[in-house]
């Protein structure tokens, strides 16, 4: 492990071997670099989330922004990779000349440049960058850079680290990154270690996942922390024992949210992940381990039989200084067979997530059951505490959510419940999920419940919800009580409901590459007063043989705009 780590660093005393204020090491990027993107920034392109903003000209950093992700992409630095990827004289000279601007101008009045994490991303992504902006200049701009760069480390050595989470873990990130690189930082190195180990105690769960129960945090923090521990062992320093526990117990719980298909699971937050970045992560994960059955900590059961898999969340929502994300999924699920997904959460979208961000976070947004068209969690809404907040934090949801799990005859059986609905309505929602051994059937059961000795209050209408990945084409059977599935590789499966009437809706998948497409979503509507439970199995029901009559026998409901 020393030599491949020892390898991703890059030793910069060598530039200047005679100074004592110096950067004497860069640390690898872990992060995808796209050599043809440098063009694009160097003709005045700057394409971040979504948006582009030309310059013509001007001073990019003195644009308007046309939204906060763009900016926070513009402000973190992170775009340098991309020049580096190049690696010709031109992109170099672009390199300096950007940073100069910016260095030049540090006075300017940018509230997204103070914040915490933003300036930690730039402080990693100027540290990890040296080579390139440092490699052909003179002692006058290395001069310049390292004070910079110095007044960004001090911003954050003081900073108040208000906000909780992944934002105040990347702040000692960079702090201790910083301690590493630059000359006659020993004394620092303790305390930024201590620092960073405790809050890595509190926020990475003995399970392996993050505190705000988000896939994506996981992907987020070990690109970083990998490095890091890369750098501690070029440097000869050993690296704190917390740092390495915490990427042995993520490494698994990095596998366990993952479908066949390589992408994850799309609950409290989660988009789309690079994947070749994951890939990159995975090749770190020296026992390549099949994924634990069961996350208890973070609240999460997983449950693989044949080729299908079945994720679920069995867990309260996380604590509301870290919610701002969180979603109300409990008892979600998502379902895929070999490479194909099934069934599906909405997720969140990589790019224009305050458009999407208030419906993706909804009950509805996810595979599971809607009592009286409310979510299972309630959000801050006042538009002046989301400013103060810097999101909408959950205010209430689910305080009690079981879960048991049993072997049965020819399967696995996963019996779930939680309380989100009990103080306004009454009512505790009692979902199970049995799979065959071989994965070919999914059945389940939804009841919304009085608890014990207690009564449902007022309206009592629920709908249970199933969003389709946009890849599976459904159509709906003849008798209106089923709908005919039928995957990308041609498997065809059938989902059916007892006893009751089974609608095909129009559905948004927000977590693709391309942004949000339209897709479609199972939908049983019912009372509870009427109907005590409602039962539903997925079955796989015959091949692509059997593919083109199961499409004439079926009714295909009219093509909707989104």
């Not at 204020?21 to 063009?39: Q, V």
């Not at 100069?100 to 990890?128: C, F, G, M, T």
């Not at 505190?211 to 923090?221: C, F």
């Not at 007892?498 to 948004?508: A, G, H, I, R, T």
Request: glycine content about 8%.
């Amino acid at each position: 492990m020393v030599a491949r780590a020892s390898g991703g660093t890059v030793a910069l005393s060598r530039l200047w071997p005679g100074r004592a204020d110096r950067l004497i090491i860069a640390p690898h990027d872990l992060r995808t670099a796209d050599a043809t993107r440098a063009a694009e920034i160097y003709a005045g392109r700057f394409v971040f989330a979504g948006k582009i903003v030309t310059c013509h000209g001007r001073s990019i950093f003195d644009l308007e922004p046309p939204s906060e992700d763009w900016e926070a992409a513009l402000l973190g630095f992170g775009w340098l990779r991309h020049l580096r990827a190049a690696d010709t004289a031109l992109t170099r000279a672009n390199a300096r000349s950007l940073v100069d601007d910016w260095i030049s101008n540090q006075a300017r009045k940018r509230p997204l440049e103070h914040r915490a994490d933003v300036r930690a991303r730039r402080v990693i992504s100027l540290l990890s960058q040296a080579p390139l902006v440092l490699g052909d200049t003179d002692g006058k701009f290395y001069r310049k850079y390292l004070r910079g760069l110095g007044r960004e480390i001090r911003y954050l050595r003081y900073s108040t680290l208000d906000n909780d989470g992944v934002p105040r873990l990347q702040v000692l990130i960079a702090l201790c990154y910083a301690s590493l690189c630059l000359a006659n930082q020993a004394r620092n190195i303790k305390t930024t270690s201590r620092k960073l180990s405790d809050e890595l105690q509190r926020q990475i769960l003995p399970d392996g996942g993050h505190i705000s129960r988000n896939p994506g945090a996981l992907v987020e923090l070990l690109s970083d922390l990998l490095p890091l521990r890369q750098t501690f062992a070029a440097r000869n320093i050993p690296p704190p024992p917390a740092l390495l526990n915490a990427i042995d117990r993520m490494m698994p719980m990095l596998r366990f949210f993952r479908h066949g298909d390589g992408s994850f699971a799309l609950f409290n937050g989660m988009s789309t992940a690079p994947s070749d970045l994951v890939a990159t992560l995975l090749a770190y994960d020296d026992t390549h381990g099949v994924p634990m059955a069961n996350m208890p900590h973070t609240g999460f059961q997983r449950i693989d039989a044949g080729a299908s898999t079945v994720i679920i969340d069995t867990g309260p929502p996380p604590p509301p200084s870290v919610s701002q994300d969180a979603h109300a999924g409990s008892l979600s699920f998502e379902f895929s067979s070999g490479v194909n997904r099934i069934v599906v959460n909405c997720g969140m979208p990589s790019t224009g997530r305050d458009n999407w961000r208030p419906f993706a976070r909804t009950t509805a947004a996810h595979s599971t059951l809607t009592y009286h068209e409310a979510s299972s969690c309630q959000f801050v809404e006042l538009s002046a505490m989301k400013r103060l907040l810097r999101g909408a934090p959950i205010t209430s949801g689910p305080g009690k959510v079981e879960s048991h799990r049993e072997a049965i005859p020819d399967g696995d059986m996963l019996t779930t419940s939680h309380d989100g609905y009990l103080s306004r309505f009454g009512i505790i929602h009692r979902r199970v999920l049995m799979i065959s051994q071989d994965g070919t059937r999914l059945e389940g059961a939804d009841s919304p419940s009085p608890a014990p000795g207690g009564r449902i209050k007022g309206d009592a209408d629920f709908v249970l919800r199933f969003h389709l990945h946009p890849s599976v084409k459904a159509s709906r059977l003849s008798d209106a009580r089923g709908v005919m599935l039928v995957l990308p590789n041609r498997d065809v499966w059938t989902f059916e409901a007892v006893d009751d009437k089974v609608d095909l809706e129009d559905s948004v998948f927000l977590a693709g590459n391309d942004g949000p497409r339209r897709t479609s979503q199972i939908v049983i509507r019912q009372d509870a007063r009427q109907a005590s439970s409602v039962r539903w199995s997925f079955v796989r029901s015959s091949t692509s043989a059997s593919a083109t009559t199961a499409r004439r026998n079926a009714r295909r409901e009219p093509e909707l705009p989104l």
